[in-house]
């Protein structure tokens, strides 16, 4: 399999789409699994897995839940860090009453904790995150390299295989490890350029998994025009090389 890069300027839901990406992985998965299951067939799952190197996972476990959920994210956070309730069968919410309005049996609608709870049990079997900011685990300052091999260690603890590893993101993977090598603004160009082809080879051609790779905009892209075309060349740590 191969590296794609996913590229935007800060604030234009790059996060996003790969959180969509994994929790869409993930319900897949559990589709398979339960199909494979009721036909009485072996299925060995593939794991989403989530290596996040800038901030708290915790904002991408709320995001994910969200997601996965298909709740607003200040649900997710309130329930989880203030015991806010979510809804229930006997108090729906207004989002919800207006996007069930339309649906004649009560089977088909699934209240906030009907879906919070789903979505705990989905992403704990399918998806795994990786804290790489150094935060709490002290990991994410090894490359490539240290990712690939936290990546075997899931493998290896789960008996699982990989279907999808998301890297967020590329510039700060690369930059605490040039940080570590000296010369800090070649080196950083060096990394940025080897990422690909490193995360290609290292992760999705060992494991038979995409890999997304992450990467922001520089404040010269941040400045055009919406419909403005944009190219590699303006990524943060790659301009003028």
């Not at 900011?133 to 295989?161: P, Y």
Request: proline share 3%; hydrophobic share 40%.
């Amino acid at each position: 399999m191969c590296s794609s890069d996913l590229l935007g300027g800060f604030g234009s839901g790059k996060t996003w789409i790969a959180v969509d990406v994994l929790t869409t992985h993930c319900n897949n998965e559990y589709a398979k699994e339960m199909a494979a299951k009721a036909a009485g067939i072996p299925y060995v799952p593939k794991l989403a897995i989530y290596a996040n190197y800038e901030g708290s996972i915790d904002g991408i476990r709320f995001r994910s839940l969200a997601s996965s959920g298909q709740m607003p994210l200040n649900s997710v956070k309130e329930f989880v860090t203030k015991n806010v309730p979510l809804s229930t069968r006997d108090s729906y919410k207004e989002y919800e009453l207006n996007v069930y309005k339309h649906l004649r049996s009560d089977d088909l609608k699934y209240s906030e904790t009907e879906r919070f709870d789903r979505a705990k049990r989905i992403l704990g079997r399918y998806a795994r995150l990786l804290d790489m900011s150094g935060a709490v685990s002290k990991i994410g300052s090894g490359f490539v390299e240290e990712l690939a091999e936290q990546v075997n260690k899931i493998v290896k603890t789960t008996n699982m295989k990989v279907g999808v590893v998301i890297v967020d993101y590329v510039k700060l993977m690369a930059d605490r490890y040039a940080m570590l090598k000296g010369d800090k603004t070649d080196s950083l160009r060096t990394f940025i350029r080897r990422s690909p082809e490193m995360l290609s080879r290292q992760i999705g051609l060992k494991w038979n998994c995409v890999v997304f790779a992450l990467h922001q905009l520089s404040g010269e892209a941040n400045t055009k025009a919406p419909h403005a075309p944009l190219n590699h060349a303006m990524e943060i740590g790659r301009a003028h090389v």
